[in-house]
């Protein structure tokens, strides 16, 4: 039996716990040797590295369609502090060094989100779907990803969208962050667009480079376990292009994604039985 941590015995203190573990993770960014991107330019770089969008609306979650109407309000406060960020040589893009103070004036929403392996309305719920976005255009450009976590658990279909399984990103302020550093001799930059219905995020640069990217999927496997769980194993590879004559250079894996799936499986899906 999973011992309980302090928190859960005692809930009140949880209030006291996010507030130490903010202040610390912040302590530790000023002192971890990186150069956090903070600039935000006024005009496009000329290059599209990039583009990707979805819908922002998830009508297969099972929860009232409040949460995803206050998940759209989030994802627009927290896109203003992103939209146009310039990310120069050198420098270490931080989703929540960019967003710290983004609901300083206006207070996010309650939306959904997965609090230990449960799906729950939370303060800001729902700025995983920007966290996603940004990983996603991240691994089709050159830029190098330092810091990633993946969902333990999927409870509900994703929004259709063009990417493939496993690539995900979630974030936990005082916990869990994206990062991504530019190890390149060009400056690239985020932009975060909306229409009525989908988010759209792109990564652009100074120039073209000699090679483009695309994220792919290997190997996905979907395994029921023996106490009934329902798993998905894949591995996520970065594939590279020369930019002149679209020859493939090389592909090399990223990391090997797992989770719980939560919902059904559309029919027909195959899916291995693991035995005791």
């Known amino acids: 039996m999973a011992r309980k941590r302090l928190t859960q015995l005692f809930p009140f203190l949880i209030p006291l716990r996010k507030w130490q573990r903010k202040r610390w993770y912040y302590r530790r960014m000023e002192r971890d040797g990186n150069r956090y991107a903070a600039v935000l330019g006024q005009q496009d770089l000329p290059a599209e590295v990039f583009r990707s969008s979805c819908p922002m609306i998830n009508r297969d979650t099972g929860w009232p369609l409040v949460y995803q109407r206050n998940k759209v309000f989030n994802l627009r406060l927290a896109a203003r ?3 146009g960020l310039l990310l120069r040589p050198g420098e270490t893009f931080s ?5 710290r103070f983004a609901d300083r004036d206006t207070p996010y929403r309650e939306g959904l989100a997965e609090i230990d392996g449960k799906l729950t309305a939370q303060y800001g719920g729902g700025l995983c779907m920007l966290s996603n976005l940004l990983f996603w255009i991240f691994c089709n450009g050159p830029l190098t ?3 990633r976590w993946g969902h333990d658990v999927k ?3 994703e929004p259709e969208s063009d990417a493939p399984q ?11 962050d994206l990062k991504a550093r530019n190890d390149t001799q060009q400056t690239f930059q985020i932009r975060i667009s909306f229409d009525e219905s989908c988010i759209t995020g792109r990564l652009l640069a100074e120039g073209d480079g000699p090679f483009r990217y695309r994220a792919v999927n290997r190997d996905l496997r979907y395994v029921r376990r023996p106490d009934g769980s329902l798993w998905q194993t ?3 590879c970065r ?3 020369r930019a002149d004559t679209g020859e493939p250079v090389g592909e090399t894996l990223l990391y090997t994604n797992r989770c719980r ?3 059904p499986l559309p029919a027909g899906t195959e899916i291995e039985e693991e035995r005791a």
């Open 81 to 83: 502090c992103l939209d």
């Open 95 to 99: 989703f929540w060094h960019s967003v």
């Open 145 to 147: 990803v330092t810091e």
């Open 155 to 157: 409870d509900f279909p």
């Open 166 to 176: 496993g690539v995900d990103a979630t974030v936990a302020e005082g916990w869990q």
């Open 234 to 236: 894949v591995d996520v």
């Open 239 to 241: 594939r590279t292009i």
């Open 261 to 263: 799936i939560g919902y």
